[in-house]
């Protein structure tokens, strides 16, 4: 068809013998054209719509937006710091912009440069412009010193959000945070938030079916509310401050922590817990501390998975047993080449 009538995209068009040809493309109802343009990749669709005047019109519409170097085509390393900062505020601008008013489903921002060069005010306006009625999905990798705004959840903003991820910022949810119903996923790495806010959070998102935490530092006590019914799976690691986990969630079926100390653990609500995986990489006495105690902390365990370094082999005979494990992993690691065990 290209070669007959032309570039099939509007507004373009192919040489054959000297003279350009324009060709309007198919017939096709716009909401069609929208959902073509919506399943290239977004660098492509980015180019699509600087030739097209359909889908320049379908991208100020387009629903999932990766802003990062790599989709930007800023990766090269021959860009200056300064320079490609420069270009990804500006070109992030410019896209958030045209989306003002219109909605973001999905939404990923990397600030993978220096963020010295980036004004914190321009952030602010483009979470203000992204993060509105209808949002499902945002994973934010920003910078240490920030504070996410946690008003931008408020009101119905957060009701249709499905996913959060959030790294290397601050969190302080209060309790004027909005409720978010539909939130399911919820991933914190290296975020700045203390137990009575992670509390506050969790407590407005019921609907919560998978929590991960990852070296949240200021993180002592971690409490789960039985109000958590349809939370499924939790993973805690390298929060290295952690003393307690407790949990009253009922549905709790999945659960690991990575620690460098045995940490103490309170699941008698959550029994139905059937798969743990444990890494405790700072504690000599660790397999007799999971033998003696965790018998009775999950008595449904079908699942066990332990990793343990510089173990001392020291087995008790208990009374207390794991009744209904169906598949036993351990790994021992040394951190002394000569009490390392044999292949």
Same mark, same amino acid.
Request: glycine residues 4%; hydrophobic residues 35%; aromatic residues 8%.
């Given at each position: 068809?290209?070669?007959?009538?032309?570039?099939?995209?509007?507004?373009?068009?192919?040489?054959?013998?000297?003279?350009? @040809?324009?060709?309007?493309?198919?017939?096709?109802?716009?909401? /069609?054209?929208?959902?073509?343009?919506?399943?290239?990749?977004?660098?492509?669709?980015?180019?699509?719509?600087?030739?097209?005047?359909?889908?320049?019109?379908?991208?100020?519409? &387009?629903?999932?937006?990766?802003?990062?170097?790599?989709?930007?085509?800023?990766?090269?390393?021959?860009?200056?710091?300064?320079?490609?900062?420069?270009?990804f505020t500006s070109t992030v601008h410019s896209i958030l912009?045209? &989306?003002?008013?219109?909605?973001?489903?999905?939404?990923?921002?990397?600030?993978?440069?220096?963020?010295?060069?980036?004004?914190?005010?321009?952030?602010?306006?483009?979470?203000?412009?992204?993060?509105?009625?209808?949002?499902?999905?945002?994973?934010?990798?920003?910078?240490?010193?920030?504070?996410?705004?946690?008003?931008?959840?408020?009101?119905?903003?957060?009701?249709?959000?499905?996913?959060?991820? $959030?790294?290397?910022?601050?969190?302080?949810?209060?309790?004027? $945070?909005?409720?978010?119903?539909?939130?399911?996923? @919820?991933?914190?790495?290296? +975020?700045?938030?203390?137990?009575?806010?992670?509390?506050?959070?969790?407590?407005?998102?019921l609907a919560l079916k998978q929590l991960e935490l990852l070296n949240c530092?200021?993180?002592?006590?971690?409490?789960?509310?039985?109000?958590?019914?349809?939370?499924?799976?939790? =993973?805690?690691?390298?929060?290295?401050?952690?003393?307690?986990?407790?949990?009253?969630?009922? =549905?709790?079926?999945?659960?690991?922590? /990575?620690?460098?100390?045995?940490?103490?653990?309170?699941?008698?609500?959550?029994?139905?817990?059937?798969?743990?995986?444990?890494?405790?990489?700072?504690?000599?006495?660790?397999?007799?501390?999971?033998?003696?105690?965790?018998? =009775?902390? +999950?008595?449904?365990?079908?699942?066990?998975?332990?990793?343990?370094?510089?173990?001392?082999?020291?087995?008790?005979?208990?009374?207390?047993?794991?009744?209904?494990?169906?598949?036993?992993?351990?790994?021992?690691?040394?951190?002394?080449?000569?009490?390392?065990?044999?292949?």
């Open positions: 068809m290209a070669k007959r009538k032309g570039t099939l995209l509007q507004g373009g068009g192919s040489s054959q013998g000297g003279k350009r @040809l324009r060709y309007s493309g198919p017939d096709l109802p716009e909401d /069609i054209w929208r959902h073509i343009h919506f399943l290239m990749p977004l660098r492509d669709s980015a180019r699509a719509a600087c030739i097209s005047q359909a889908f320049l019109r379908s991208w100020r519409h &387009h629903p999932n937006l990766i802003l990062r170097k790599k989709t930007m085509g800023l990766e090269h390393k021959a860009y200056r710091r300064v320079g490609m900062a420069r270009d912009k045209n &989306h003002s008013g219109i909605g973001v489903k999905r939404l990923k921002l990397d600030i993978i440069y220096d963020h010295r060069n980036l004004n914190i005010c321009y952030l602010n306006n483009w979470l203000q412009i992204a993060i509105i009625p209808g949002i499902e999905e945002i994973t934010l990798l920003l910078p240490s010193k920030y504070t996410f705004p946690c008003s931008l959840l408020s009101g119905g903003n957060g009701r249709s959000l499905q996913y959060l991820k $959030l790294v290397r910022c601050a969190f302080r949810p209060t309790a004027s $945070l909005g409720f978010l119903s539909s939130l399911t996923k @919820l991933h914190l790495c290296e +975020v700045r938030i203390k137990d009575d806010e992670l509390t506050c959070l969790i407590s407005k998102s530092r200021q993180i002592i006590c971690l409490k789960i509310p039985c109000l958590l019914e349809q939370l499924s799976c939790l =993973n805690v690691s390298l929060c290295e401050n952690l003393q307690m986990i407790e949990s009253k969630a009922p =549905n709790l079926s999945t659960f690991s922590y /990575i620690s460098n100390l045995v940490v103490e653990l309170s699941l008698k609500q959550s029994s139905q817990v059937k798969t743990l995986d444990i890494d405790c990489y700072d504690e000599s006495n660790f397999l007799c501390h999971v033998i003696t105690k965790f018998p =009775n902390i +999950v008595p449904n365990l079908e699942t066990l998975t332990l990793h343990s370094i510089d173990e001392r082999i020291n087995t008790p005979m208990v009374a207390s047993k794991f009744l209904h494990v169906k598949h036993l992993e351990i790994y021992f690691e040394s951190l002394d080449p000569d009490k390392a065990f044999p292949p």
